[in-house]
């Protein structure tokens, strides 16, 4: 196995010697220059496998050295050293293509951690040059570069999000493949956008798969599903004793994931008290517990997806627009399924081949017919309601073939497709008004529930109620 060779650029003598010593350590070989045209030179005659590079140079910026790089060795991982509290720097870095950076004065742990990660990258196959599919304001084009390459009880995971891979031959979906294989070779922060069920906790999984965190824990939280006085100790953890019912340290969602990947799903819903402690979080890259008297460093990727105009958000200030910046340096759409129905076909055969390998059935399959009609389904639900469809299918079906008789769609107003009892029928059938009253709602909350796909937070949202309000009641009537 060949030694991996790390260029260090920094103009200062001391600090190259000093982040020599430490890659050395390692067992790295090393190679610096204090200039950004001696580094260019270096990068001519021979091969590096990591970049360190200071932002500030005499000749030069670390960010015209990285542009460099990316026009003449796209696959070399390049990491950027800042001075300390220059966030902006760093997330333009980021924006334009840098792996990661450190900032000074520089944590020696917190850099072996960056290095470690950098090096398990592998270089990138030729990729083929597909325009990402309606890139963010804050996609950086150094990203978009053709040719470069048991969860906890918040975060659940959506119903086959774990056996539904990024499938289809659609355009939208080999620019968003494209563009995953991209954002895996980045620790930039990522923002999912999407509908409800088109697959947002998949493309973060897939992004935390294929890049150099992936024997790491990837840890899904839905931000909207944490009650909002528990939301701090979640999060950062806390000390026994902090308050009262805390019999035990508990180290928190940024511990579990520490040098993996956090998935905040849903990140509109977090209390803006919480936003300001998040935000400190992904600049300092450390947490305090609650209860304790000093913060401690973590390694966190973070991913975050929204179905909600974070935008919009920040204009109507539910959402911190520092914030907001911090976490959207990426931004990607996934696209809804009416936007690729010539996918249709071969995600519902992946479906159905897993339900019949899960059931021990000897194979399932759609008519011609049923195949018709699913393609003129608008599917609302996305690919979230196409499993449900099919799995309620696969439950009723005689035999092998599911016909479109089996294709049980929910109908606006009710899934049942009932229409509602006059006053004067529920008078003549002697109902009692509580009753009636509540099979009403019931009938209003699964149509709500089916139109967000079992989103409870969107649901609730459609609905003028709070999550906790909608729990309450789906609880009292028994609706799973």
Known sequence: ?????????????????????????????????????????????RHFDLCLTDMRMP????????????HHCADLPVAMITAHGSVDTAVQALKLGAFDFVTKPVDLKM??????????????ASTPQVERAQPGPNAGPGLDRPGRSPLGPHGASAPGSDSSPLLGH????????????????????????????????????????LGPRAD????????????ADLMESEFFGHQKGAFTGAI????????????????????????????????????????????????????V????????????????????????????????????????????????????????????????????????????????????????????AAVMVDGPVIGPELLAFSERGSETGREPASPGRVIA???GLDDHLAEQERRVLEAALAQSAGNRTAAARALGLSFRQIRYRLKKLGID
């Not at 103009?11 to 200039?35: A, F, N, V």
């Not at 000749?59 to 990316?70: A, E, F, M, T, V």
């Not at 790491?216 to 009650?227: E, H, K, L, S």
């Not at 990607?332 to 059931?359: K, M």
Request: hydrophobic share 40%; aromatic share 2%; net charge neutral.
């Open 111 to 124: 850099l072996r951690q960056l290095i470690d990660s950098a090096l398990r990258l592998a270089p990138t």
């Open 248 to 299: 035990q340290n508990k180290i928190g969602l940024f511990r579990e994931a520490d040098g993996g990947t956090l998935f905040l799903d849903e990140v509109a819903e977090l209390p803006l008290a919480l936003q300001v402690k998040l935000l400190r979080a992904l600049q300092e890259r450390a947490i305090k517990p609650v209860g304790a008297s000093r913060e401690e460093r973590v390694d």
């Open 170 to 209: 659609s355009a939208a979906m080999v620019q968003l493949r494209t563009t995953v294989a991209r954002l895996a070779r980045s620790q930039a922060p990522v923002i999912i956008l999407g509908e409800s069920g088109a697959g947002k906790e998949l493309v973060a999984r897939e992004i935390h798969r």
């Open 429 to 431: 059938q002697g109902v």
């Open 1 to 45: 196995m060949s030694i991996k060779h790390v260029l260090v650029v920094d103009d200062e003598p001391d600090i190259c010697e000093l982040l020599e010593i430490t890659l050395q350590r390692m067992g790295l070989k090393t190679t610096s220059t204090t200039r950004m045209n001696g580094a260019i030179d270096l990068l001519r005659n």
């Open 59 to 70: 000749d030069g910026s670390g960010l015209d050295l990285l542009r460099h790089i990316q």
């Open 301 to 392: 990727r973070i991913l975050s997806a929204t179905h909600n105009n974070l935008g919009e958000d920040v204009n109507d200030g539910r959402f911190r627009q520092d914030l907001y910046y911090r976490l959207n340096v990426v931004e990607v759409r996934v696209p809804p399924l009416r936007e690729r129905r010539e996918d249709i076909d071969g995600l519902a055969r992946h479906v159905l081949s897993r339900i019949a390998a899960q059931w021990q059935l000897p194979g399932l399959s759609l008519s011609s017919a049923a195949l018709l009609h699913l393609g003129t389904h608008p599917f609302p639900g996305n690919v979230r309601e196409l499993e449900n469809v099919l799995e309620r």
């Open 216 to 227: 790491r824990p990837f840890v899904p939280v839905n931000c909207g599903a944490i009650p």
